[in-house]
């Protein structure tokens, strides 16, 4: 969506006009779509400055911009701050990035998605955990959680 393009392309799948899926969006949304893709490519960026080692400019691109300048503008207009500043204020209050050799992500799940297999065969994980993991409970606790909250973490 984040050009006319990829908006008309979406709207042809599903038989409306550009219009209408503007309208639909801005309905359920409460926003433009370029304003919501904004804001999902920047909530991206932030989980991976703040989780991650990768440099900016993978992260900028990674997020979905097509420059670091677009992206850096971005950012600083959104959250008043550059994204180094950022991932240095989350090292010093958390004590991020202890080991280089492995990286942890927290990610969305939404069933019946068989996400863990999916995962796997694109990297080596070591270890996936989620909230009721950590807090020691039983095998069917722990698969409700993820089925509940929907959010796990992989080290890689």
Sequence with gaps: MDDNGRLEAIADQFELSSRQIRRIIRKELGVAPIQWLLTRRLLLAK??????????????????????????????????MTPSRLRRKAADSSGAFTSTDTST????????????????????????????????????????????????????
């Design 47 to 80: 989980q991976l400055l703040t989780e991650t080692r990768l440099p900016v400019t993978e992260i900028a691109f990674a997020s979905g911009f097509s420059s670091l300048r677009r992206f850096n503008d971005a950012f600083q207009t959104r959250y008043r």
């Design 105 to 156: 992500l927290q990610l969305s799940y939404r069933p019946p998605y068989d996400w863990i297999d999916n995962v796997r065969a694109r990297v080596q994980i070591e270890q996936v955990s989620c909230p009721a993991q950590e807090r020691g409970q039983n095998r069917a606790e722990i698969v409700r959680e993820f089925q509940q909250e929907r959010i796990f973490s992989l080290t890689a």
